[in-house]
C-alpha cells in the first residue's frame, strides 16, 4: 500500500498535540478523489505510462484488543475504487493515539495482518516546525521502507470538501529495498525512493497529500525504472455518519 502524501505549511512557533491532526473515534469516516499516475522506462527510456482516478474510502469500524499490542487500536479499513468500476483490494491497518503521539501498529493489504517490529510514528506527541523524528521501518510483502518525517510548518489546504486553514505539513521519505511481485514474478528492488507530502487539519486529520515512489527493479531486458505518483484530496470527512463541513472543523 502506498502512502497518502502530506501538502504544506509555514513553521510553526509552538508545540501541538497530536490528537488535534489524527481525531480517532469509531464511525469516522474520510471519502478522498485521487489520481494516480505510473511511469515505466528501461535503460533510460520510456517504455509506458498510465494514469487513471477514482476515489478512496477509509473509516474507522472499531475499537479493539489485539495481542502484542500494548494499547487499545483502532481499525482502520481502506479501499481504492476506481472509474471504470475496477477496485483495489480492501487494505486494513491498526492505528491508536498513545500519550499524544498517532501510532501505526500493523498493516493487511490482503495477505494477513502483518505487526510491525516497532510501532510507526506518523506524528509524534508535540510536533514544532523544522522538527525531524524517525517514522520507522515499515516490512510489508517483500517490501522494506526506513521512513523519517519532518516538520515543515502550517499552511491552508484546499480541497474538494472546502479550504482547511492552519493544516499540519509533513514530509514522509525513506528508502526501498526488497522484492516487488509483478505479473512477471517478484522483482528485486535495486534502489528506491519513497517521497510523502501530507497535509493535516486540526480536528479532521489528513485533507490532503501527494505522494511518489520510485523504484529500480532488475528485469531481464534490463533495469526497469516504475515510477508511481499519487495526488489524494478529501471529498467528504464524516462522525458518526453526519458530514462535516469545513468550516466547521476546529
Request: proline share 5%.
Amino acid at each position: 500500500m502506498f502512502a497518502i502524501t502530506l501538502l504544506a505549511f509555514i513553521a510553526s512557533s509552538g508545540p501541538v498535540v497530536a490528537q488535534t491532526w489524527m481525531p480517532a473515534a469509531v464511525g469516522n469516516e474520510w471519502k478522498y478523489r485521487i489520481t494516480e499516475t505510473a511511469e515505466y522506462a528501461i535503460g533510460g527510456q520510456a517504455v509506458s505510462q498510465e494514469s487513471k482516478s477514482g476515489s478512496y474510502l477509509r473509516e474507522i469500524t472499531k475499537q479493539d484488543l489485539h495481542a502484542n499490542v500494548p494499547v487499545p487500536v483502532f481499525v482502520f479499513e481502506e479501499v481504492r475504487k476506481w472509474k471504470g468500476g475496477s477496485e483495489d483490494g480492501h487494505t486494513s491497518s491498526l492505528g491508536a493515539l498513545s500519550r499524544g503521539a498517532f501510532l501505526e501498529f500493523a498493516m493487511d493489504t490482503g495477505e494477513g495482518l502483518t505487526l510491525h517490529e516497532n510501532p510507526l510514528v506518523y506524528v509524534p506527541a508535540s510536533v514544532k516546525g523544522g522538527m525531524s523524528w524517525e517514522v520507522g521501518t515499515l516490512e510489508l510483502n517483500g517490501l522494506t521502507v526506513k521512513m523519517q518525517g519532518e516538520i515543515l510548518g502550517l499552511q491552508t489546504a484546499r480541497t474538494p470538501a472546502g479550504a482547511f486553514e492552519r493544516c499540519l505539513k509533513v514530509r514522509y521519505t525513506g528508502a526501498l529495498g526488497g522484492m516487488i511481485e509483478l505479473e512477471d514474478g517478484r522483482l528485486p528492488v535495486r534502489d528506491g525512493q519513497l517521497d510523502m507530502l501530507h497535509w493535516f487539519a486540526p480536528g479532521v486529520g489528513l485533507v490532503m497529500a501527494e505522494e511518489s515512489i520510485r523504484m529500480d527493479l532488475l528485469t531481464a531486458q534490463g533495469t526497469m525504472t516504475s515510477t508511481l505518483t499519487d495526488h489524494y484530496a478529501l471529498e467528504r470527512f464524516q462522525v458518526d455518519g453526519a458530514p462535516v463541513p469545513a468550516h466547521q472543523a476546529p
